[in-house]
């Protein structure tokens, strides 16, 4: 979106000024005109001008000295300055272009040779002004791309970025939301203004320049809030709701990963900042534009870590009870025996038997078997605590291992087990079945443990002397 250059006009002559203000307005550009010097930088630190016209000679203030204070302060220092005045050419101008202004025009001036300077000026302006910008976008992308390089997830290469541009910007307000287009709503990714919105669902219904960014790909530039016309029926709500106009400037742009919009970078400025500008909004594009390709691959290496996880866990689990299969018990097992031995801490293994379950599958069928198994591997995933693991150990037979946990601790919780087992409605809703189980415990150290298989035959050997003496209990 081009946007008119923007002039402060600082002259006490009204009439002059007045006629000025017309002559560039009908030439395209904007204009503020103030009447003498007194409020000069108050109108300055307000708005981002492309050129100043400064009369040297009025009444209350002394021209060539606000010169000086516009170009010692570093705000405004590559700002152009035209002086205007009714002092000889020679005095005026070599006074002027000593103390920093880009040019002298002499009253009465020409239209033509005014314009002429005014875009000459306005030009060369605009060139230092990018040639800084690159300068300094080139130094910051460095830096930012750098970061985001050592970002291993989106989600953390987003709070890099609103971080970073806030930062390089010197703005308050920055964020991104994902969201399709057409989408009602979307979702906030990272906020520079506050971190804890990461996750909050907003409704885009409420934000005009993100809609219209989302569902044109056209770049959202607003300077004044208070006035851009995309904002004209919004505003119309906050006024009705009694509602302060929420910011000063906007910046909506959309991005895309892998060629499909993704979201919106969004970046506002408050009273107290500087109105965004197109200079701005090369420097968020650049920048978006560059992490896109660090974007797409945090999200590919997270696709594949999330794949390589669920292999891991399809090849670790049983497929029908979700517990840890046979392979991944003996791996645990080996590693928490390792463990035992090494700090010379405790081990229990339990080993649990459904009792009579042969004759459950025969009379109700390997379905109804089948279902009973989950519940159960349900019910002592419920029981366990985060350093346990449960595991099917082969038909109906379950294992679980209980680190750090004596033999009289381990039986309390195997008596505690069995009984919910016992009072379990298993089997299909509205035909319960009881179920009972036969649970062997083996502790480590035992003189009669040395390794992991070892617990398991100890554990094994109890559970056949729990069934053999009637089933339903605990022996060890």
């Known amino acids: 979106m081009a946007l008119a250059p923007k002039i402060l006009v600082a002259d ?3 009439a002059l000024s007045r006629t000025l203000s017309w002559i560039l307005k009908e030439n395209g ?12 930088f108050e109108h300055l630190s307000a708005d981002q001008f492309d050129l100043l016209l400064l009369d040297i000679m009025m009444p209350k203030v002394d021209g060539l000295q606000l010169l000086q204070r516009v170009k010692n302060d570093p705000r405004y ?34 239209v033509r040779e005014l314009l002429a300077r005014v875009k000459a000026h306005l030009r060369v302006g605009r060139e230092l002004n990018q040639a800084k910008t690159e300068a300094r976008s080139r130094s910051e992308m460095v830096d930012i791309l750098h970061e985001v390089a050592s970002s291993l997830t989106p989600e953390e290469i987003f709070q890099v970025l609103v971080r970073r541009v806030a930062q390089g910007l010197k703005i308050s307000r920055c964020s991104i939301i994902l969201a399709e287009p057409g989408a009602t709503h979307g979702t906030v990714v990272a906020a520079f203004e506050n971190p804890t919105l990461r996750g909050l669902r907003i409704d885009l219904r409420r934000y005009p320049e993100i809609r219209h960014a989302l569902e044109t790909g056209e770049l959202v530039l607003a300077q004044d809030v208070s006035t851009d016309p995309i904002y004209e029926e919004i505003r119309s709500q906050w006024q009705s709701e009694g509602r302060p106009i929420p910011c000063r400037s906007a910046i ?31 420097f968020a594009d650049q920048v978006i534009s560059a992490a896109v390709q660090s974007l797409e691959r945090a999200y590919d290496l997270e ?3 999330s794949g390589q996880e669920q292999l891991r866990h399809l090849a670790a689990t049983d497929p029908l009870t979700n517990t840890l299969n046979r392979r991944a018990l003996a791996e645990k097992l080996e590693q928490e025996m390792d463990r035992a ?11 649990i038997d459904i009792d009579n379950f042969k004759q459950i599958n025969d009379t109700h069928g390997h379905l109804v078997g089948d279902r009973i198994l989950k519940q159960l591997a349900g019910l002592l995933k419920r029981e366990q605590r985060s350093p346990d693991a449960v595991a099917r150990y082969g038909g ?31 089997g299909e809703p509205g035909r319960p079945l009881r179920v009972t189980i036969s649970i062997g415990l083996a502790s480590y ?8 298989e070892s617990l398991l035959r100890l554990a094994d050997t109890h559970l056949y002397r729990a069934k053999s003496e009637g089933r339903n209990r605990v022996r060890d």
């Open 12 to 14: 006490d002559d009204q």
């Open 29 to 40: 550009y904007e204009v503020v005109a103030i009447p003498g010097g007194e409020h000069l």
């Open 77 to 110: 220092r590559d700002l152009p300055v035209l002086m205007i005045s009714s002092m000889p050419p020679e005095e005026a101008t070599v006074r002027s272009l000593g103390l920093g202004a880009s040019d002298f025009i002499a009253k009465p001036f020409r």
């Open 252 to 282: 909506a742009m959309r991005f895309a990963l892998k060629e499909k919009p993704a979201g919106v970078f969004f970046l506002r400025t408050t009273e107290d900042d500087v109105p965004l500008n197109q200079q701005d909004v090369q």
């Open 303 to 305: 696709r594949a870590v």
């Open 341 to 351: 031995a090494r700090y010379a801490s405790l081990l229990t293994c339990m080993m």
């Open 396 to 426: 109906e037979e379950f294992v679980v291992l209980l680190p750090e946990t004596t033999l009289a601790e381990s039986r309390n919780f195997a008596e505690r087990v069995l009984n919910r087992v016992a009072g379990y409605d298993f």
């Open 445 to 452: 150290p035992d003189e009669r443990v040395t390794d992991g």
